[in-house]
């Protein structure tokens, strides 16, 4: 990256912590086109694509972490919540599991139990 992107890049990291996703995303652009491969670029969309509700495009983002390093365990985490917000339950759960083993950390044990939660209670609805 060029200092004008990685200054971008920081810039999009300050919004995307201000809650400001979509000028973090705009800061973004020009990254994205000089060094999409880069995980940590990829997280920081998917992070600004999911605190803007562009689900599809966060689920994106975070496979495509994943496919460049499948160890990354807060990836899988941001996948999760992107599947469990699009209620896809059993795939969520599959993500967070998977982060969940890879770091136990209160975040990702909470998340995994709230989506197992929810498999139960809509299991049972369908068993009534």
């Known amino acids: 990256m060029t200092d004008s992107t990685f200054e971008a890049f920081r810039r999009a990291e300050a919004l995307l912590s201000e809650r400001r996703p979509?000028?973090?995303l705009r800061e973004l652009r020009t990254?994205?086109?000089v060094a999409p491969d880069v995980p940590s670029v990829q997280l920081l969309a998917g992070r600004a694509?999911?605190?803007s509700a562009q689900l599809h495009?966060?689920?994106e983002a975070f496979r495509k972490v994943l496919e460049i390093d499948p160890s990354d365990h807060y990836a899988r985490f941001a996948l999760g919540k992107t599947l469990q917000r699009?209620?896809?339950f059993p795939e969520a759960l599959?993500?967070?599991r998977m982060a969940a083993v890879?770091?136990?950390?209160p975040e990702y044990q909470e998340a995994l139990g709230e989506v197992a939660?929810?498999?139960a209670v809509d299991r049972d609805r369908r068993e009534r």
Do not use: F, H, K, T
Request: without cysteine; neutral net charge.
């Open 22 to 24: 979509l000028e973090a």
């Open 94 to 96: 599959a993500q967070l």
């Open 31 to 33: 990254v994205l086109d």
């Open 102 to 105: 890879m770091n136990p950390s």
């Open 57 to 59: 495009r966060a689920e």
């Open 117 to 119: 939660a929810r498999i």
């Open 86 to 88: 699009q209620s896809r």
């Open 49 to 51: 694509y999911l605190g």
